[in-house]
């Protein structure tokens, strides 16, 4: 079946470690987009990546990295300069102007 | 700043009746508007997207919007209870950005 995976479900980060959530999708997708939701919160734009080997910061991009060198794939590292990671972290990508289809997401705390 | 506000909730709807569920955004540029159903702990759904003013239905939700007023509001007739979720609305300014969300509300379908 086409769709998003994110993995792993749950994730807990020590202190001082960097970790990565990864984000693969089969549908062929061009754009795809990282954001995290605080509880109560909406969704907040990290990252976005429009074509394979190119991506842009979105609104709270700070301690936080990104990679697209396939198609397939944007993984997010959440590094040790981001001193308040603990959030629900959600996937997502898009063709041309069609609404954007989410992963199931990735829940990420601190030990 | 791109903004969009919601009515954090919760709204509260007898089962059978019609909930009404309202957005307004501040960047007079955006194109692309969108309402996601999110379930506790749940990734949002994609539950209707609309491009021009004036209303669009489908099925039991009908989406409409006026840009004038920067205004887009969700209907839902004949509420049930598993309508009960948090709503966010979207906003693109168009192509491939990413989405501004506003912080949902919060809709209670009191059997």
């Known amino acids: 079946d086409g769709g998003i995976t994110q993995s792993p479900k749950y994730l807990f980060r020590k202190e001082g470690q960097n970790v990565t959530l990864s984000c693969e999708q089969n549908l062929n997708h061009d754009a795809m987009y990282w954001y995290r939701q605080d509880p109560g919160q909406g969704l907040r734009l990290i990252y976005y990546s429009q074509i394979v080997n190119d991506f842009q910061k979105g609104d709270i991009a700070e301690g936080y990295s990104v990679s697209r060198e396939k198609k397939e794939s944007f993984p997010l590292t959440v590094t040790s300069a981001q001193k308040n990671p603990t959030a629900f972290y959600l996937c997502?990508?898009?063709?041309?102007?069609?609404?954007?289809?989410f992963g199931d997401g990735t829940r990420l705390s601190i030990l | 700043q791109k903004e969009v506000e919601q009515n954090s909730g919760p709204l509260s709807v007898p089962e059978g009746a019609i909930a009404s569920l309202n957005c307004t955004y501040s960047d007079r540029v955006s194109q692309s508007f969108f309402w996601y159903r999110q379930y506790s702990g749940k990734s949002p759904e994609l539950i209707m997207s609309i491009y021009s003013n004036g209303d669009k239905e489908d099925g039991r939700f009908t989406a409409q919007l006026n840009k004038a007023s920067q205004y887009v509001s969700l209907l839902i007739r004949d509420s049930q209870p598993s309508d009960s979720a948090t709503y966010l609305c979207?906003?693109?300014?168009?192509?491939?950005?990413?989405?501004?969300f506003g912080k949902g509300t919060h809709l209670i379908i009191q059997p």
């Open positions: 979207a906003v693109n300014r168009g192509g491939a950005d990413g989405l501004t």
């Open positions: 997502a990508s898009t063709h041309s102007n069609q609404p954007q289809h």
